[in-house]
T-cell receptor
Framework: QQQVKQSPQSLIVQKGGISIINCAYE??????FPWYQQFPGKGPALLIA?????SEKKEGRFTISFNKSAKQFSLHIMDSQPGDSATYFC????????????FGTGTRLLVSP | DVKVTQSSRYLVKRTGEKVFLECVQD?????MFWYRQDPGLGLRLIYF???????EKGDIPEGYSVSREKKERFSLILESASTNQTSMYLC????????????FGSGTRLTVV
């Protein structure tokens, strides 16, 4: 119930293509869904986040799509660039007053030039 | 910019040693967290703290303890290091409330030999 399942484990995309990473959850009490980006040798950094009252959020080339009925959310990276090569983690937390994030297992993205 | 600073980037310790990992944040955040990151397993929560001297077990607390004597500092202690504790350790902090992301440190790569 507390898990967030992330796929794929790794992804190779051509420069200029669209990268898509998917996450699924079971706990309907989750109501905050962030994505984190991690470069080698660095800690994860918050990339973009969504609440379940909207179905999509876009920030530049990064878009979160959220499907509440299917309990799924995904990250789309448009016009993928080699600089986007990193590990991406989805996460979720409940509105309990204390925010404790549950993380997916991560997706290693490689954008080939 | 919020900064979370972990005292060491790389550590090599011997089996059975007591190991201290230190983390300091400079943004007066209430919440602090310790995660370990292993390939294929994502980020797993070891311990977290929502106030000075308060601590809660995460998903994998066995073999670890923590200390939070001051708001800005959260220490992870390996009571008797073992080889299966070789990992990347990440500290994070956040404000209380929903919708606040975590700020992570750059991590400490611990090798136990």
């Amino acid at each position: 119930q507390q898990q967030v399942k992330q796929s794929p484990q790794s992804l190779i995309v051509q420069k200029g293509g669209i990268s898509i990473i998917n996450c699924a959850y079971e706990n309907t009490a989750f109501d905050y869904f962030p994505w984190y980006q991690q470069f080698p040798g660095k800690g994860p950094a918050l990339l973009i986040a969504i609440r379940p009252d909207v179905s999509e959020k876009k920030e530049g080339r990064f878009t979160i799509s959220f499907n509440k009925s299917a309990k799924q959310f995904s990250l789309h990276i448009m016009d993928s660039q080699p600089g986007d090569s990193a590990t991406y983690f989805c996460a979720a937390s409940m509105n309990t007053g204390f925010q404790k994030l549950v993380f997916g297992t991560g997706t290693r993205l490689l954008v080939s030039p | 910019d919020v900064k979370v600073t972990q005292s060491s980037r790389y550590l090599v310790k011997r089996t059975g040693e007591k190991v201290f990992l230190e983390c300091v944040q400079d943004m007066d955040h209430e919440n602090m967290f310790w995660y370990r990151q292993d390939p294929g397993l994502g980020l797993r929560l070891i311990y977290f703290s929502y106030d000075v001297k308060m601590k809660e077990k995460g998903d994998i607390p066995e073999g670890y303890s923590v200390s939070r004597e001051k708001k800005e500092r959260f220490s992870l202690i390996l009571e008797s290091a073992s080889t299966n504790q070789t990992s990347m350790y990440l500290c994070a902090s956040s404000q209380s409330g929903v919708g606040y992301g975590y700020t992570f440190g750059s991590g400490t790569r611990l090798t136990v030999v």
